[in-house]
T-cell receptor, first 111, second 111 residues
């Protein structure tokens, strides 16, 4: 079973804090690792995609890392803002671009 | 802005009815996907297509069926809805191994 686990399940932080979301996966034959954001009642928005040959990707205040040997990825959010409040999902991608998702971390940034 | 559209957004319907959930994309993507998401649970892939006349079952068994007669259209059908089909259904599309684009989902409730 290609299991993806995310901890914590929920996180509340005051505005301005830096934070790290964690994702772990059990299958080391990973093709890519993707991070998505899901707002209530909405679909998913792609944030970052890390190929298996890469160690990290950055977009603005977001930085995602990938450590295949330990089966872990982290999403670092710098200087959090209330608009960052959402559920963050990581997904392990196969060569066929099929995705296996974790259950997500629900982030609340308190003004 | 949405380039992938799902209708209806919400549907409450009685047991035994035939249901079709619509999904259309305007990006010319070859790959399309259907995911099922129960509250607080991870997304599971139930169907995917790599192009016209191509359909495959995903990692979660589903009683639904799909068709891909046109590139832009990937409807999902339940012949006889049951309460166990109550869930959120998300459609996505993509090209190659690029990140998938998601619709806003259909929230289905079977009474």
């Amino acid at each position: 079973k290609q299991e993806v686990t995310q901890i914590p399940a929920a996180l509340s932080v005051p505005e301005g804090e830096n934070l790290v979301l964690n994702c772990s996966f059990t299958d080391s034959a990973i093709y890519n690792l993707q991070w998505f954001r899901q707002d209530p009642g909405k679909g998913l928005t792609s944030l970052l995609l890390i190929q298996s040959s890469q160690r990290e990707q950055t977009s603005g205040r977001l930085n995602a890392s990938l450590d295949k040997s330990s089966g872990r990825s982290t999403l670092y959010i710098a200087a959090s803002q209330p608009g960052d409040s959402a559920t963050y999902l990581c997904a392990r991608g196969t060569g066929a671009n099929n995705l296996f998702f974790g259950t997500g971390t629900r982030l609340t940034v308190i003004p | 802005e949405a380039d992938i559209y799902q209708t209806p957004r919400y549907l409450v319907i009685g047991t035994g009815k035939k249901i079709t959930l619509e999904c259309s994309q305007t990006m010319g993507h070859d790959k399309m996907y259907w995911y099922q998401q129960d509250p607080g649970m991870e997304l599971h892939l139930i169907h995917y297509s790599y192009g016209v006349n191509s359909t495959e079952k995903g990692d979660l068994s589903s009683e639904s069926t799909v068709s891909r007669i046109r590139t832009e259209h990937f409807p999902l059908t339940l012949e006889s809805a049951r309460p166990s089909h109550t869930s959120q259904y998300l459609c996505a599309s993509g090209r190659g191994n690029q990140p998938q684009h998601f619709g806003d989902g259909t929230r289905l409730s079977i009474l």
